[in-house]
């Protein structure tokens, strides 16, 4: 059985802390032997960055989330920067949001762009939070850099018509396990347009829970999460995804397994396998 990798998720989010044990355990056994840990605001990224260092699989991401840009520090592209100098880090969460209310998106673009600057001056996978902002975020790509070894559109839920336009510049796209809730049908099935070597999949817990019956380790309602998502729930989400894209889940896995190793090449120390 191939191992699998979790391209997004928040583990350092105080809603998993109360089960860490039973968590740690769980998601070495599937094994998953990578997972991306987004920062998504100052206040987290030294608990990521410890997470890194005490856990072999993580791999850390530094960025500020559309959501907590009014908490960012005048200083906050010097820290980010340090954090790309000392470590072997990606970029993100960072991203476009207009559907959050009173969002700014000129101060979220420009946000975006000096994420994509530093990206590429270290070359480094960033990751992108795109909520109803598509072509928004196909306009500043045409004038913004993008590293080499392109972007991670994180739990794509823009349009089918618009996959290709993103692939032109680089784009992965990763298939979260809440599309796969009664509703989400359009969403889950956009993934049957996306070329095999640019699929991703993603927990991105505590956050978008996977509808109850594929739920594998429900977890108690905490504080802002109704249904905390865990993420050895990575396993379920192979599993939808093999479903809608019709094929066997053990073949998907070996794909998402190269091209997880393919995009996120640059900060996969190879002494970091295998786990701890
Ligand atoms: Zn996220």
Redesign the pocket.
Known sequence: MNPYQDA?N?LQHAALRPHWTELLSTVRALPVNWMVV?GTAESDWEKVAEMAKELSFVIPSFGLHPWFLPDRSKDWEEVLRAYLTQTSCAVG?VGLDLWMQNGDLQLQKQILRTHLELATEFQRPLTI?CLRAWSELLELLRTAPVPNCGFLL?SYSGPVSMIEKFLLFGAYFSFSGYFLNRGKEERAHAFREVPNERLLVET?AP?MPLPEERNQFPLPKAAGFERPNHPANIQAVVRGLAEIRRRPEEELLRVIGQNFHRFFESVIPGTKFPLR
């Open positions: 997004h928040h987004n969460e939070h994180h991105d956050d």
